[in-house]
């Protein structure tokens, strides 16, 4: 590995670790901070996609956004950990090997599996939060989604080049 691509790697090793911590941030919120950032991104959905949102009555506003409160709060799972998927795939480096490449996947997918374990057990710490299976679950998926983006794209290339 030469100077350029051991700089690039740290680079995303770096990131990596800055998003962990945003992770382990979020994790940290109480139950209540959690559920008044989800309502409140769920009323900015509502504002973009919703006609007429803003004519509408204060109350009936506040509904639409709990209505969609779960979802969007699932869906920032799997978000923040397709991101860490991503980042993951990065900071692995770039095997030029199809069988490295299945072994950074496995690797990475093992990391992101052990750090969303880990974070669900500290939400127990937080006041008003749970440990959940199914958001292990859902945040492994996400993991998953970004490992697979990052590394199919990485086959392709690889084949290219052959």
């Known amino acids: 590995m030469n100077k350029k691509q051991r700089i690039l790697r740290c680079f995303w090793i770096v990131l ?10 979020f994790s940290s919120d109480t139950a209540d901070e959690s559920s008044n950032l989800s309502l409140n991104v769920g009323k ?13 009555e204060p109350a009936e506003q506040e509904c639409m956004a709990q209505n969609i409160e779960h979802p969007v709060r699932k869906g920032a799972h799997a978000t923040e950990y397709m991101i860490l998927g991503f980042l993951l795939s ?9 069988k490295k490449i299945l072994r950074n996947m496995l690797w990475c997918a093992a990391i992101a599996l052990a750090y969303a374990v880990s974070d669900e057990l500290h939400q127990l710490f937080s006041p008003g939060r749970s440990c959940q299976i199914k958001d292990m679950l859902i945040d492994f998926c996400g993991a998953s989604a970004g490992i697979a983006a990052v590394n199919s794209i990485r086959l392709r290339l690889h084949r290219r080049k052959i």
């Open 16 to 25: 990596t670790i800055a998003w962990m911590t945003v992770i382990f941030g």
């Open 44 to 56: 900015m959905i509502c504002r973009v996609f919703v006609p007429r949102y803003e004519q509408m």
């Open 90 to 98: 990065m900071s692995a480096g770039n095997p030029a090997e199809r």
